[in-house]
């Protein structure tokens, strides 16, 4: 039998340790948040885990009003979700110690501070941070431009291919043998999903530039220098790239506030509903193949 002495040293343990837990926890995201980041901000292969930006499209969906799908993933929407994260979260974020834990989706939910639309942000963070140089200064502003011109391609053509695949799904939908509601509502909402990424990737990207400009000027005015011109430049092509990538229809692009709102139906698509049905996915019916229209 446990005497009472021994009891309480053991509560006085487990107690300390249960304590501790949330700073354990902590310490634990600061150590990884310290070497989670590779090049070009992206998670470092050794940490990346399948499925690591899943989460992105059931929260974009919850902040646009919309059911989520229980349909998994393609490779496609994998990929096109994971290139996404880097171009959506700040740029002055992928270095402090809680952006693994963004990254991996502890949250589950859209930052509002991803939405709010602040030019002056990043111009405060860039001239409050210490530099050992005024050179310095420009050169992260021209890294952080610079990254976001090298991730577009990969980020656009991953969201083409995934933008394809879902008009000729939507095209799909009316030849389906048997389509019972709660397989039509889970590729609407797959669709919605993918369109609500697209469109937040390019409304951040958008907010971007702006930013960069404002931050541009302001090192003009503070610390005149040179570099100004290679930074100009770079900003230039970002926005030329980003023109270039638009993959939705709707209403010019400008600076402001990200409001995920049901999406502009694409060619083929049905109008998404707020209340669709959404089921777990049940047998293949039978009849006829439609799986040709997706060749052409």
């Not at 993933?73 to 402090?96: G, K, N, S």
């Not at 001239?127 to 431009?145: E, F, G, K």
């Not at 083409?160 to 509601?181: A, F, Q």
Request: glycine content about 8%; charged content about 20%; aromatic content about 8%.
């Amino acid at each position: 039998m446990v005497s009472k002495v021994q009891d309480r040293e053991w509560r006085a343990r487990t107690g300390v340790a249960w304590r501790c837990a949330p700073a354990l926890v902590v310490m634990t995201a600061a150590l990884l948040g310290g070497c989670a980041n590779g090049d070009f901000g992206r998670v470092k292969p050794g940490l990346v885990r399948d499925g690591v930006h899943d989460w992105m499209g059931p929260a974009a969906a919850t902040q646009a009003g919309l059911p989520a799908s229980a349909y998994p993933l393609t490779e496609d929407e994998r990929v096109m979700r994971d290139l996404a994260f880097p171009m959506i979260e700040a740029p002055y974020e992928r270095q402090r110690w809680y952006s693994i834990l963004e990254e991996y989706g502890v949250t589950r939910g859209v930052r509002q501070d991803w939405c709010v639309f602040n030019i002056a942000a990043y111009e405060q963070i860039l001239m409050q941070t210490a530099y050992r140089s005024a050179t310095a200064r420009y050169s992260r502003l021209n890294d952080d431009i610079r990254n976001d011109v090298t991730r577009l391609p990969n980020w656009v053509a991953a969201a083409r291919r995934v933008l394809d695949m879902d008009i000729k799904r939507g095209k799909s939908l009316g030849h389906v043998n048997g389509l019972t509601p709660g397989e039509a509502g889970n590729a609407q909402a797959r669709m919605a999903e993918n369109a609500l990424i697209m469109s937040w990737v390019q409304q951040s990207l958008v907010n971007r530039t702006a930013s960069y400009g404002y931050a541009l000027e302001r090192l003009v005015i503070a610390t005149p220098m040179p570099a100004a011109v290679e930074v100009e430049r770079s900003l230039t092509l970002l926005k030329t790239r980003i023109a270039e990538a638009r993959l939705l229809p709707g209403p010019d692009i400008t600076p402001g506030t990200i409001v995920l709102v049901p999406p502009y139906p694409l060619p083929s698509m049905p109008a998404v509903s707020k209340t669709a049905p959404v089921a777990e996915a049940g047998p293949p019916p039978g009849g006829p193949s439609f799986v040709s229209l997706l060749g052409h």
